[in-house]
Nanobody, 115 residues
Framework: QLQASGGGLVQPGGSLRLSCAASGIYFNVYAMGWYRQAPGKQRELVATIKPGDVTNYADSVKGRFTISRDIAKNTVYLQMSSLKPEDTAVYSC???????????WGKGTLVTVSS
């Protein structure tokens, strides 16, 4: 089970940290990711983190967003800085089981960047 939280309204240039609490997910066999879907657009990858803390980012967020994980808390974070209005979207957490390729999704959390 994945539970995302931390969304809200923030002004352009501001910061937010999203959290994804993962129960029943063992990080050593899962790639964890954040995806987002803006109104009228397709869902897109934001960032992923694999065992060994290998990270990957969409070009649009490189240098502004940081994905991390706390194994003890079974939680994945997305630190978002220098937010732009185009970052407005519903952000969802994904767990990708590496051996089986099965995906699990949590409910999203809305991020609105507006003045």
């Amino acid at each position: 089970q994945l539970q995302a939280s931390g969304g809200g309204l923030v002004q352009p240039g501001g910061s937010l940290r999203l959290s994804c609490a993962a129960s029943g997910i063992y990080f050593n066999v899962y790639a964890m990711g954040w995806y987002r879907q803006a109104p009228g657009k397709q869902r897109e990858l934001v960032a992923t983190i694999k065992p060994g803390d290998v990270t990957n980012y969409a070009d649009s967020v490189k240098g502004r967003f940081t994905i991390s994980r706390d194994i003890a808390k079974n939680t994945v974070y997305l630190q978002m800085s220098s937010l732009k209005p185009e970052d407005t979207a519903v952000y969802s957490c994904n767990a990708h089981n590496l051996p089986s390729a099965v995906n699990y999704w949590g409910k999203g959390t809305l991020v609105t960047v507006s003045s």
